[in-house]
C-alpha cells in the first residue's frame, strides 16, 4: 500500500526538480504548489518513498460547497506504473466526499492519449468538450464603433444570465464556468463576481485581465450570428488597452470553432471529465 500524506513547503524543492520538464513546454505545478499548500479549501497530497521523499502528487480543491476539482496529478518517472497515481486519485475523491463533493472533475487535452485512458479507467467519464485557444493582438485592430465592447450597467446581470441559460453555450457546456483552467457548474452571481462585465450588441461578456499584457474571457453570451462580432470587440478591446495575448475559452459548437478560426485562432479541445463521489458512512 503507497503511503500518503499532506505536502508541506517543504516538499516544494524537491518536487520541483522532477516535474520542471513535464511537458515540452515545462509545467506550472512547481510555480502553483505554494499557493496551493497554503490555500484553505485546499490539499496537495503526495506518495512518499522511504526517505519520505515524495514522488507523486495531486491537488484537490473544493469549488462550491459540492464540487471538487483535480488537477496537477505528477508521478516521478522512475516510479510509473506502480499504482501511485491511482492510489492518490482515489485519497483525493475521499478528501472530497469527507468536505461534502458530490461530483468531482478534472480536465486533460483531448490529444493527451495517454491522460485520457487513465481517467477513463479511473471511472471519470467526458462531461463537456472545451475550446482553448491564444489570440495573439494586432496593436492597430480597431472595430466598427458600434461594435466595440463597453462596461454594462449592474441591471444587465440578470438579462445577460437569462440569455446565457437559455443557449446552446450553456447546453454544450453542461452550464460550467471555466475560472482559469477549473470549470464549476456557473451561478447567477458569476455573470458580475468573476470577471468584469461588458456588453456590445453582440450580446455579453465577462472577462478577466489577470496581468498587464494578457487578458481572458470567463463568460460568454451570444449567438451564432454574434460570436464572430464579439470576438471582434475582444481584440479590439485588447488592444486599446494595450494587452498583447487574449485567452478564449468556449464549449465545442461548430460555431465557435469556426469563428475562433476566423479571428486568426487555432482551437485546442480541452476535456472535462467528471464523476460522482460517493458519501461515505460514518459510525459511531
Known amino acids: 500500500m503507497p503511503v500518503m500524506r499532506p505536502a508541506t513547503l517543504e516538499d516544494v524543492a524537491s518536487i520541483s526538480e522532477w516535474t520542471?520538464?513535464?511537458f515540452a513546454w515545462g509545467d506550472y505545478v512547481p510555480l502553483r504548489l505554494p499557493r496551493w499548500i497554503e490555500s484553505e479549501?485546499?490539499?496537495?497530497l503526495v506518495g512518499v518513498d522511504d526517505a519520505d521523499r515524495p514522488v507523486a502528487l495531486v491537488h484537490v480543491t473544493m469549488l462550491s460547497a459540492t464540487e471538487a476539482w483535480l488537477e496537477g496529478a505528477r508521478v516521478h518517472p522512475a516510479h510509473r506504473r506502480g499504482g501511485l497515481g491511482s492510489a492518490l486519485n482515489h485519497a483525493a475523491v475521499q478528501w472530497a466526499g469527507d468536505r461534502g463533493a458530490r461530483v468531482i472533475r478534472l480536465a486533460t487535452e483531448?490529444?493527451?492519449?495517454?491522460?485520457?485512458?487513465?481517467v477513463t479507467g479511473l471511472?471519470?467519464?467526458?462531461?463537456?468538450t472545451w475550446l482553448h485557444a491564444s489570440l495573439q493582438i494586432d496593436a492597430r485592430h480597431?472595430?466598427?464603433?458600434h461594435d466595440r465592447l463597453r462596461?454594462?450597467?449592474?441591471?444587465?446581470?440578470?438579462?445577460?444570465?437569462?440569455?446565457?441559460?437559455a443557449s446552446d453555450l450553456a447546453l454544450e457546456g453542461r452550464e460550467l464556468i471555466p475560472l482559469g483552467w477549473q470549470w464549476r457548474t456557473a451561478r447567477p452571481g458569476d455573470v458580475t463576481r468573476t470577471g468584469e462585465l461588458l456588453q456590445s450588441p453582440a450580446g455579453w461578456v465577462s472577462v478577466e485581465q489577470p496581468s498587464e499584457d494578457w487578458l481572458r474571457t470567463q463568460w460568454i453570451a451570444t449567438t451564432p450570428d454574434d460570436l464572430l462580432v464579439m470576438l471582434d470587440g475582444l481584440l479590439d478591446l485588447c488592444a486599446e488597452r494595450?494587452?498583447?495575448?487574449?485567452?478564449?475559452?468556449?464549449?465545442?459548437?461548430g460555431w465557435t470553432a469556426e469563428a475562433i478560426r476566423r479571428v486568426g485562432g487555432e482551437p485546442e479541445e480541452v476535456l472535462v471529465y467528471a464523476?460522482?463521489?460517493i458519501q461515505r458512512e460514518i459510525t459511531t
Do not use: C, H, I, M
Open 151 to 165: 462596461s454594462a450597467p449592474g441591471s444587465d446581470a440578470e438579462a445577460a444570465w437569462l440569455f446565457w441559460a
Open 275 to 277: 464523476k460522482p463521489v
Open 41 to 44: 479549501g485546499s490539499e496537495v
Open 142 to 145: 480597431r472595430s466598427p464603433d
Open 123 to 128: 471511472g471519470y467519464r467526458v462531461a463537456s
Open 110 to 118: 483531448a490529444s493527451n492519449e495517454a491522460a485520457r485512458a487513465q
Open 242 to 253: 494595450g494587452v498583447s495575448e487574449l485567452d478564449v475559452k468556449l464549449p465545442l459548437l
Open 20 to 22: 520542471a520538464d513535464t
